[in-house]
Each structure stands twice: as structure tokens, then as C-alpha cells.
């Protein structure tokens, strides 16, 4: 019955019951490091808490289930969960990434695991074509974010998979931007999909943890493997949070949705405003692929004002007052950010601007207060 249910049951029941020493309706915080043995070996299921506690296990359960996957790992943040991903590769392999990658992502890929013989390649995956051409026989890994930050660009994940699965080639995909409630792309056809759950699945901007989940029992193996062989898990304070945040998803992301594309439209007619970048608008290149593949467009989206330069966009978002000027987002609270300062400092800047991101770019993540509000914010800040 509950395996049935739709997305808005799932975020609060799937894979949940009440807790088996008292009935708890929310798992306890098992603020605990081991377990009393009877015997050696005689245990209850838990051992010692990286390899599982039963409040991180509550919270796998729940993200299996709203990703519509059979695995779900949790790690202590959306970076240590990639960088398990990326423990699956040997030296020699190719990963052919996109280009305009969060921040982190790409510094853990070039700066971290480059150093280990592992190479990237990173191309503009808004044309299918171009992920095609960078696959070779080495290649393991397609790694894709989509839509992407800040950019907004949407790939087609369907697509991409059908490429990797007739090249014998995994397919991750960091679906932190869109959120199950919007897409799934393990139902899209890829392996594993990769959160940082810090963002919307937590939503209230109090936790840094990540998660991966996937259908495929051989990859779950080998992820629960590294999970516990290499540590990087989520306390069971934090796992609750997430859990916690969880169980309103649905009704969160349902006003971020409308907060956003009222704001969208706003900024799009504001005769101070060059460029606005939202998958939702009919003119956004892919947006027949948006459509297709998303339930909505999600709360995020960025715009560049006329005549701007780093300075003066500096100037608007510090003028923003209910906007928090701050990096992350996905929380119930707005957040403005720019991203040639902040999340996209860590690339150089020839290479971020060929992908878009220029220096009068500004980011909004937008939340869940009310509308009017925030276009009364914005108003005032772009003058
Ligand atoms: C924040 C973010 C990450 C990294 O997650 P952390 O929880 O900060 O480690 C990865 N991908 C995207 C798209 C993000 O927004």
C-alpha cells in the first residue's frame, strides 16, 4: 500500500513506522556511537553508527521513497556524497561532466580527484550532442546537474541516458535544484541521483547533509561499502532535521514554484532588467525538455540588470532586505546571492564567463514569504 502511494504521502510516510520501543510517531535521535552486544555478534541490527544508526536509517528509508529508488545512502553533506560517487572510479577513467557545474562540484572533481587520475571533461550538455562526442572508451561516468546553477540550463536527462546505456556508461545526476517533488530522474533513467539535501530537501536552511539513491543492487553495494569504508555520515541530530524537512517538501515547493514564476514574470517586464533565466518561459532553450521532464520550474532563478557591472549588482543585493544575501539555497527563506563573487569565485573567470555566468549576474533562490513582498524588495533594490 504505502510503496503506491503519490509524492504527497511519500514525503511524510514512505518507508516510516512508528519507532519500535515506544511507538514514536518520529524516530527518536539515537544519540549513540555503539550498541550493547548480548553476545559477540549478538546484536539488534546495529553495531557502531557509521556503518548504521537507526535515525540515519529512518531518513535513507524516506529518501529511497521520494526518489522513487530502492537504496538510499546519507552522507555528511551533498559534496561527501559526489565524492563517494566518485570513489567508484579507478585511475584512467573519464567522467564528461557539464560546464556550468555548481562551484564545489567542480573544484572536488579538478582539484581533488584529478590529483588521482581521474579526468574531466566538461561541455555544454544543453545539446545532447556534445555529451556524445566527449565519450570514449574510457569514459565511466556522465555526471549531470540539471537544471543548472546558476544558469538555469536543462538538460535532458532521458536523453543522456539512452547515450550512456548504449556506451556501458553510468549515469549520476544532482537533482538538488529541482527536488523530487519535481523530477525524478532515476524514472528518467539514471543510476544515481545525488542531493545535497542541505538545499530544498531539508529546506530550512539548519543542516548540511547529502544523500545518493539507486534501483541498481550492485552500485548499492559498492555505496554503502565506501559509505561506511570511507565515513563521511550524517549524525543522527542532523538526520532527523532532514527527515523533519522532508515530511513538508511537497507543500514548500509547491509556493517556492508559484513565489518564483510570479517573479520571473515580474523581473522579465521590469524595463531595468536585460536578461531573466527560468526554465519556465516558452523562449528558455529547452524548454519543451523543462516540461517534459519537470512537474514545475522550481524556486530558483537569476537575471542580469541593463548596463550592470560587478559593483553595481554587488550594490542591488546588498540593498536587498528580505532577501538574505547569502550562498546555499532552498531554504523557506529568500536568499540572493552573486555568483561571480560567491558560489562561482573558485572558477576562473574566463571559464565561467564562456558558460554565462558574468559578473552582473545575480542568483535568487526564491522562498515561500510572501510574494509581494519579495517583488516590494526587489522593487526598491533595482531602482
Ligand atoms: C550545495 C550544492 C552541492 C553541495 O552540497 P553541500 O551539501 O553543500 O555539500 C552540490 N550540488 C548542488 C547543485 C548544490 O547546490
Known sequence: MKDKMHFNSKTI????????????????????????????????GFEYSRTHNPTRQALERSLASIEAG??????GSGLAAMDAVLKLLKPGDEVVSTDDLYGGSYRLFTKIFEDFGIRFHFVNMSNVDNVEAAINKNTRMVWVETPTNPMMNVIDIKAVSVLCKSNDVLLAVDNTFASPYIQQPLNLGADIVMHS????????SDVILGSLVTNDKSLAERLGFIQNASGAVPGPMDSFLTLRGIKTLHVRM??????????AH??????????VYWPGFEDHPNHHIAK??????GGMLSFITKGANYESSIQIVEKLKLFTLAESLGGVESLAGH???????SIPKEIREQSGVVDALIRLSVGIEDVRDLIADLDQAIG
Open 197 to 204: 539535501a542541505t538545499k530544498y530537501l531539508a529546506g530550512h
Open 339 to 345: 555568483p561571480a563573487s560567491m558560489t562561482h569565485a
Open 266 to 275: 515580474y523581473l522579465k517586464t521590469h524595463p531595468k532588467i536585460e536578461k
Open 292 to 297: 517534459a521532464q519537470m512537474s514545475d520550474f
Open 254 to 263: 509547491q509556493r517556492h514554484c508559484e513565489n518564483a514564476a510570479e517573479i
Open 13 to 44: 510516510h514512505g518507508g516510516q513506522e512508528p519507532d519500535k520501543a515506544y511507538g514514536a510517531v518520529m524516530p527518536p535521535i539515537y544519540q549513540t556511537s555503539t550498541y550493547a552486544q548480548t553476545t559477540p555478534g549478538g546484536h539488534k
Open 70 to 75: 530502492e537504496f538510499a545512502f546519507a552522507f
